[in-house]
């Protein structure tokens, strides 16, 4: 949460407001000030529990994440 804190958010209320699964988060706003900066990779940090394989839900990612643009 860090990470969110430094991206001008308040950690507590970003995680109530981001909580009920895949696809929830508006990832171009977070993402549009390191994208400013230069940033242009991000690592996909997982922990379980998975609802699919770990394979899977990487891919499951990776599909989800490469189509927002910051």
Do not use: N
């Amino acid at each position: 949460m860090g990470r969110v804190s430094v991206a001008g958010f308040r950690p507590g209320a970003w995680r109530r407001r981001r909580q009920g699964g895949a696809g929830k988060i508006d990832w171009p706003r977070p993402l549009s000030a390191p994208h400013a900066a230069g940033v242009r990779d991000f690592l996909v940090e997982q922990e379980p529990t998975f609802a699919h394989s770990r394979l899977d839900s990487v891919g499951i990612s990776f599909g989800y994440l490469s189509k927002p643009r910051a």
